[in-house]
């Protein structure tokens, strides 16, 4: 749990008594390789922090998984539309290793919201975080060079590139596993 606050401390000023209740809210999960955390049309109960594992979000597009994020330890992981506005996902949320997890549901967190200023100011925090990370993601897509994409990935995720397949790495890169093996033979 500590890893869980300090992380979020370091998104925003947190008050003793609100980061002890928050601890109190908090469960841990362990899962094995391949568990689905979320599927398409289930809504998000939860918001995730990998302590150990990774975890990919992606979608279906033709019978392919089109992967929009991948998280490591001491990221957060859900489908966050769904997390958010409460509406069933049109993502899936699975493990890409055995991993142990610590989680807060959705209706917890907006109880702490409601009851401490500085964790409704995290709240806001974490949604412009992940309003920027959308947004540099949109802008890696449309105007990087496949290059830069990978570069890109292995200064966000120094951890994941042994750790991932190849086809996954591909997708989430936005480019085939052809391209990908021609990126990486650059170096």
Same mark, same amino acid.
């Given at each position: 749990?500590?890893?869980?606050?300090?992380?979020?401390?370091?998104?925003?000023?947190? @008050?003793?008594?609100?980061?002890?209740?928050?601890?109190?809210?908090?469960?841990?999960?362990? $899962?094995?390789?391949?568990?689905?955390?979320?599927?398409?049309?289930? #809504?998000?109960?939860?918001?995730?922090?990998?302590?150990? @594992?990774?975890?990919?979000?992606?979608?279906?597009?033709?019978?392919?998984?089109?992967?929009?994020?991948?998280? !490591?330890? @001491?990221?957060?992981? =859900?489908?966050? =539309?769904?997390?958010? =506005?409460?509406?069933?996902?049109?993502? $899936?949320?699975?493990?890409?290793?055995?991993?142990?997890?610590?989680?807060?549901?959705?209706?917890?967190?907006?109880?702490?919201?409601?009851?401490?200023? !500085?964790?409704?100011?995290? @709240?806001?925090?974490?949604?412009?975080?992940?309003?920027?990370?959308?947004? !540099?993601?949109?802008?890696?897509?449309?105007?990087?060079?496949?290059?830069?994409?990978?570069?890109?990935?292995?200064?966000?995720?120094?951890?994941?590139?042994?750790?991932?397949?190849?086809?996954?790495?591909?997708?989430?890169?936005?480019? =085939?596993?052809?391209?990908?093996?021609? #990126?990486?033979?650059?170096?």
């Amino acid at each position: 749990m500590e890893e869980f606050i300090s992380y979020l401390k370091g998104i925003s000023v947190l @008050g003793e008594e609100s980061s002890l209740e928050f601890v109190s809210m908090c469960k841990n999960f362990n $899962f094995p390789k391949g568990h689905f955390l979320v599927k398409a049309g289930q #809504v998000s109960q939860y918001l995730y922090f990998v302590k150990i @594992g990774i975890g990919k979000v992606y979608y279906l597009k033709d019978g392919k998984e089109l992967i929009d994020w991948i998280s !490591d330890e @001491g990221n957060l992981l =859900t489908s966050v =539309t769904s997390f958010l =506005t409460h509406q069933p996902s049109k993502h $899936f949320v699975q493990l890409m290793e055995e991993s142990e997890l610590i989680g807060i549901s959705y209706s917890d967190l907006e109880k702490l919201f409601a009851k401490y200023h !500085d964790m409704e100011r995290l @709240g806001r925090q974490l949604s412009i975080m992940a309003l920027v990370q959308l947004q !540099d993601r949109i802008n890696s897509m449309q105007f990087e060079s496949a290059r830069e994409r990978y570069d890109k990935f292995l200064v966000q995720f120094p951890n994941c590139i042994n750790r991932i397949s190849l086809g996954d790495l591909a997708s989430y890169l936005g480019m =085939t596993q052809v391209t990908l093996s021609r #990126v990486r033979g650059q170096n």
